[in-house]
């Protein structure tokens, strides 16, 4: 799955991106996410630092889906499959990234969302079409 650089440069500038999880029990779940950018054309990284029944939820069931704070610039939904790590270079990565932002900020894993669908959320003929 690729994001186009229109995409990538939406979800790098956005000051958000919102994200949309989901329990075992089909209860679902978004919240706001300052810190994600994407790592190439087929994974954004989102750090966990505040994330609660978002982590709960990743952990048991692991799939996301986001759109971009400010959709009218980006109107695209991306969903996939998540992986975490606790530790290694893609939190070491993550934490130093969460540190230059805010010093105090203690990033307990980074997320990385491996996106294999992409839908376009624009209002009009295409609103729900498959992208990719
Ligand atoms: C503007 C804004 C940016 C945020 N950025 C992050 C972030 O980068 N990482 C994070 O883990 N939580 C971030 N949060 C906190 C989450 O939105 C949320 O409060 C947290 O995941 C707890 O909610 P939950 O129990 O539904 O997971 C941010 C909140 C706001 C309002």
Do not use: H
Not at 22 to 37: F, H, Q
């Amino acid at each position: 799955m690729v994001l186009t650089q229109e995409m990538m440069d939406a979800i790098e500038k956005n000051n958000i991106v919102w994200l949309a999880t989901a329990s075992t029990d089909d209860v679902p779940n978004v919240v706001p996410i300052g810190l994600a950018r994407p790592l190439d054309s087929g994974t954004v990284l989102l750090v966990a630092n505040f994330m609660n029944k978002t982590f709960k939820n990743l952990k048991s069931n692991p799939k996301a889906s986001i759109a971009v704070g400010n959709v009218s610039e980006c109107p695209y939904q991306f969903k996939g499959d998540v992986e975490i790590y606790e530790s290694g270079k893609y939190f070491d990565d993550a934490v130093q990234w969460a540190k230059s932002v805010m010093a105090q900020l203690n990033p307990k894993a980074a997320v990385l969302l491996k996106v294999n669908e992409i839908y376009s959320v624009q209002p009009g003929p295409d609103a729900g079409k498959k992208i990719e």
